[in-house]
């Protein structure tokens, strides 16, 4: 068994493309349109075959849930980086909304920033 795909809602899955691609660098995967859009990204530095699936949230639960999570701090996803303070810097310089400054707990050090989606996502270095 493998991961294959991690779904995440989004708000606008264009400006999730948008931000997931030229902010954070993944690139695109899979855009189908049918009944519904398939739209996946993939970080070009991960495990091949592993995608983001930017979901839309337009089934009203789904959203009451993601705002819900958004409005508790509650991180859709965590994204893993050798250097969370570097990329914090990067991002910074185009325009990312950060909660913070990076915080070390223990062998880690992480921060959250929002993806103008409707999410907060959670920036990772572990150090162990």
């Known amino acids: 068994m493998q991961i294959r795909h ?52 337009a089934f009203k639960p789904a959203r009451a849930a993601q705002k819900a999570l958004y409005d508790a701090v509650f991180p859709a996803a965590i994204l893993s980086t050798n250097d969370v303070a570097a990329e914090y810097q990067r991002l910074k310089g185009l325009g990312v909304k950060f909660r913070g400054k990076p915080k070390k707990v223990g062998s880690s050090r992480f921060v959250f920033f929002d993806d103008t989606c409707g999410n907060f996502i959670v920036l990772l270095q572990n150090e162990a």
């Open 6 to 57: 991690v779904i995440i809602k989004v708000d606008d899955q264009d400006k999730a493309l948008a931000f997931y691609t030229s902010v954070l660098g993944f690139r695109k995967s899979r855009d189908r349109r049918g009944r519904t859009r398939w739209l996946t990204v993939a970080s070009p530095k991960g495990p091949k075959g592993v995608e983001l699936v930017l979901e839309s949230n």
